[in-house]
């Protein structure tokens, strides 16, 4: 598989190279020359596989030839073998015809695990056997953080630099971060939102020099390989529940655009998928882009689902790319847009696509307390904030009740203890492995929102 940049200004590069350089160098964000086809006697045979199984088949047209399928194989079954259900990501039933995939039972409780814990073995293959060495720096809202850390640790291929906004992530998805001690793990917490964290890391890959002086890598949403590795749990959760003989729908809680791009992808790739529902929170940029056309940034606001409290939504960059059927210019045109005057506007032709491809709605913090709450009381199931977005947009959005719904379950209720337990009165309790989490020493360091400050704190500490 060759991979091309969305802005067309870079070199087209294998996958290997895509995985380990995140951002292109025009800037933009590599996506697949064609999407492999799956047929519906292909969709078929998956029935009854283990999710390993599935993983492989999916995702082998990606990754050759730079990666052998045995080896990708091995990769996949590491990789999974951190997750504490034997289904990797179970399906369960909330309403009739509504159900929840859990993909929450990875080793930090959200789904950001499914495709981090692939990215670090495959990390791993390529380092070791390039004889490389990278450095990995991102920024998180909360959950890629602890995510990308429990992937890298430990790991001798790579250092890592995570930066998170001070205060702004909940305790549980701090310390998740700053009590990993491995002495390749450094956690900043920078005085700013999230955006200004991204915005950071971003204009870390944008200053080449630099770029290449500490060899940058990324492992945020903007890396292709996490969307490749999201858009398994499309195909394994809808065979489930019937498909390719049967539409299936999903509602997925969204803040960059990563997670629910998997879904279209797959829904390209041959999966009859009916509805693709993105559901936000209050901060609302992309269901305003997506009924409107109008993606104007304004200011993050805070709310219980904070994964989700993103105004800059990185992924969107290859649905634009998708829109205007691969014109470069186009892409580069409008993301020019954005960085001089903080918006641009689809219309016409592109947006009436969008339109088609998705719905998408905006869910209210109370909103968002009540679906807590009645999905407790209707199943005796707890639920966090960021899955009750999506509850509650599946909702009101749901076209046809004949066809399966699926909400995508981002985190484990105990990852958001307390928005949970004012609603319900329940504390979701953590599972064992990390009953200790408020006993261990944290480790991180503060750090200004300023990009200088940032290149000496990484210079000083390779
Ligand atoms: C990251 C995250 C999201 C948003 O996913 P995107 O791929 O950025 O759209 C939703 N819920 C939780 C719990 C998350 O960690």
Redesign the pocket.
């Known amino acids: 598989m060759k991979y091309i940049s969305t802005r067309g200004q870079a070199p087209e590069l294998g996958f290997n190279d895509v995985l380990l350089t995140g951002l292109a160098r025009d800037g933009g964000l590599y996506v697949p020359l064609d999407l492999p086809h799956f047929s519906a006697d292909d969709i078929r045979a998956f029935r009854g596989m283990r999710y390993q199984d599935v993983a492989l088949r999916v995702m082998t047209p990606f990754v050759c030839p730079d990666i052998a399928e045995d080896d990708l194989s091995e990769i996949i079954t590491k990789a999974y073998g951190t997750f504490r259900h034997k289904a990797i990501v179970p399906l369960s039933q909330s309403d009739s015809n509504h159900w929840i995939l859990e993909l929450f039972h990875g080793p930090t409780l959200?789904?950001?695990d499914v495709a981090l814990q692939l990215l670090g073995h495959l990390f791993d293959h390529i380092l070791t056997k390039q004889g490389r060495k990278v450095t990995i720096v991102g920024a998180t809202?909360?959950?890629?953080g602890s995510a990308a850390i429990e992937c890298i640790k430990d790991r001798a291929c790579a250092e890592i630099f995570m930066l998170h906004p001070k205060g702004r992530v909940s305790d549980v998805q701090r310390r998740q971060m700053t009590t990993v001690l491995s002495p390749n793990v450094h956690n900043l917490a920078v005085d700013g939102n999230f955006d200004d964290c991204q915005a950071m890391v971003k204009a870390l890959f944008n200053d080449l020099a630099f770029r290449d002086e500490i060899t940058l890598s990324a492992v945020n949403?903007i890396n292709w390989a996490r969307v490749m590795a999201q858009i398994v749990y499309y195909f394994t959760s809808a065979v489930a529940l019937g498909a390719p003989d049967r539409e299936v729908s999903y509602s997925v809680?969204?803040?960059?655009?990563?997670?629910?791009y998997a879904g279209y992808m797959a829904q390209k790739m041959g999966l009859p998928i009916r509805q693709l529902i993105v559901a936000t929170n209050r901060n609302d940029i992309l269901t305003r882009v997506l009924t409107s056309g109008d993606y104007t940034v304004g200011n993050v606001s805070p709310t219980i689902?904070p994964?989700?409290d993103?105004q800059v939504s990185s992924?969107f960059e290859r649905l634009l790319h998708n829109l205007y059927d691969g014109q470069g210019d186009e892409v580069r045109r409008l993301m020019d847009g954005l960085t001089s005057s903080g918006s641009f506007t689809i219309d016409g032709p592109e947006l009436n696509k969008a339109k088609q491809i998705f719905d998408a709605i905006q869910v209210s913090e109370g909103d968002t307390e009540a679906t807590i709450k009645a999905v407790f009381a209707q199943t005796g199931q707890l639920i966090?904030p960021?899955t009750a977005v999506g509850v509650r947009a599946a909702e009101l959005k749901n076209t046809d009740p004949a066809t399966p719904m699926i909400t995508l379950s981002?985190?484990h209720p105990a990852k958001f203890p307390d928005a949970v337990e004012k609603v319900t009165g329940q504390h979701p309790a953590l599972p064992a492995h990390m009953a200790d989490l408020f006993e261990r020493p944290e480790k991180y360091d503060l750090l200004d929102h300023d990009l200088g400050a940032l290149k000496s704190y990484i210079r000083e500490n390779l």
């Open positions: 959200a789904f950001k809202s909360g959950d890629t949403s809680p969204t803040g960059n655009f990563g997670d629910i689902s994964s989700m993103i992924n966090d960021h981002t985190a």
